[in-house]
Nanobody, 117 residues
Framework: QVQLVESGGGLVQAGGSLRLSCVAS????????MGWFRQAPGKEREFVAR????????YYADSVKGRFTISRDNAKNTLYLQMNSLKPEDTAVYYC??????????WGKGTLVTVSS
């Protein structure tokens, strides 16, 4: 059974930093490209960043480029998102999943990031 457990969210002031983690189980983590996604209140879920299975290639949404860094540790089945220079518009629930994500795929509960101005 697939499980994705996101953690590391919280309340932070604008300009601050957070590091999110996602522990995956139930599938071969190292076989998949993985991504971070987020959903702000009243908005649809959107792509944030992705990383290939080996970690050698990363790609970011324009809104986070230069501020966020995605990484992974396949030995620990863990995906990370280092978020620096946070802005109020980064406030959202953050999720991880494989990339691309098939329709109807399982999603974890996410972790809430709140950035105050």
């Amino acid at each position: 059974q697939v499980q994705l457990v996101e953690s590391g969210g919280g309340l932070v002031q604008a300009g601050g930093s957070l590091r999110l983690s996602c522990v995956a189980s139930g599938r071969t983590f190292s076989s998949y490209s993985m991504g971070w996604f987020r959903q702000a209140p009243g908005k649809e879920r959107e792509f944030v960043a992705r990383i290939t299975w080996s970690g050698s290639i990363t790609y970011y949404a324009d809104s986070v480029k230069g501020r966020f860094t995605i990484s992974r540790d396949n030995a620990k089945n863990t995906l990370y998102l280092q978020m620096n220079s946070l802005k109020p518009e980064d406030t959202a629930v953050y999720y991880c999943n494989r990339f691309p994500t098939p329709p109807g795929d399982y999603w974890g509960k996410g972790t809430l990031v709140t950035v105050s101005s």
